[in-house]
């Protein structure tokens, strides 16, 4: 099977950066593929992790071996007004390690290199919070699967358009922790449908909890009696902005783009069932979909 590219299922790094970008009028190919070899070079040399997304139209121009099922994000909006606004770009560059300084000299060095030819759309800077934590107190990615299903849950499989590659959708969600934090502890744990000390799964989910919206079964959405379907592997760090403006930079991987789009629907209540609680304090400021090619893709599209 092509290898991922070793950036994505690795453990997370404390700092991240993620970078969108997209291309300008008239911007030459040949100079982005050559920036992104030395980005990958520069990211070896100084041990940083390295993943390269890119968005369908992108990915398109760099390889023929794009993945069934590929679309834009195209923004969701519930009934009742709530949207989780769509930003898609032609490139996500996500480095992360344990040396921030790192970080921002790799993907610096790469948009330099780039101006003129790839604009940068949005930048956000996240790290590891405790263990794991997101800024609510709750633990995140507790639903990922065991460490050694996590290439069967997040690739391609072998045989397939895409093989190796791995689809990500990647938001950055902007919390109201005022509002949050106003809510009983009970109310806390219904909407996410966990437990805040330990984040053991209740035994009852109220519809609007988010585990009830993401968890997807064999059946109703939630039923802990059947298999789960469609899954995903979550790589999600917080952020605080300077601003006062603070959230979570989510990423999920799947080897289908399709459970994907069905989580976003059901958690904008566009499936018929009721919203996601979790919208009511939380909201995307951006959403883009993209395809993680894997090494073997990029080293052939890149000439590498």
């Not at 969701?76 to 560059?93: F, H, I, M, N, R």
């Not at 604009?119 to 990922?144: C, H, K, M, P, Q």
């Not at 988010?210 to 469609?230: F, I, M, N, Q």
């Amino acid at each position: 099977m092509p290898t991922p590219q070793p950036g994505l299922l690795t453990a997370l790094g404390s700092h991240q950066w993620y970078v969108h970008l997209s291309r300008t009028d008239g911007a030459d190919l040949s100079v982005i593929k050559s920036a992104l070899n030395d980005l990958r070079a520069d990211c070896q040399a100084q041990g940083v992790n390295l993943a390269v997304l890119c968005g369908p139209s992108f990915l398109a121009a760099l390889t023929d071996d794009v993945p069934d099922d590929f679309l834009d994000y195209p923004g969701y909006e519930s009934p009742d007004g709530k949207v989780a606004k769509g930003t898609q770009e032609d490139l996500l560059v996500w480095v992360h390690s344990d040396r921030k300084d790192r970080n921002w000299a790799t993907q610096y060095s790469f948009r330099t290199a780039v101006a003129g030819h790839m604009a940068v759309a949005r930048e956000t800077i996240a790290w590891v919070y405790e263990n794991s934590l997101d800024l609510t107190g709750f633990i995140d990615g507790t639903g990922n699967p065991d460490p050694d299903r996590e290439v069967e849950c997040a690739l391609v499989p072998d045989g397939k358009p895409g093989a190796g590659g791995a689809f990500c959708i990647a938001q950055r969600w902007v919390h109201d922790l005022d509002y949050f934090f106003g809510l009983s502890l009970d109310d806390q744990q219904n909407l996410f449908g966990r437990t805040k000390a330990d984040s053991s799964r209740l035994d009852t989910q109220v519809p609007t909890s988010h585990l009830s919206h993401v968890e997807l079964r064999d059946g109703a959405t939630a039923d802990a009696s059947k298999p789960k379907r469609g899954e995903m592997v979550r790589r999600s760090t917080p952020y605080a902005m300077p601003d006062g403006t603070v959230g979570l930079y989510f990423m999920g991987f799947c080897r289908e783009q399709a459970p994907l789009r069905e989580r976003m629907e059901a958690i904008y209540g566009m499936n018929g069932k009721p919203r996601d609680a979790l919208t009511d304090y939380s909201t995307p400021a951006s959403g883009s979909f993209y395809f993680a090619p894997s090494k073997e893709t990029l080293d052939a599209s890149l000439g590498a």
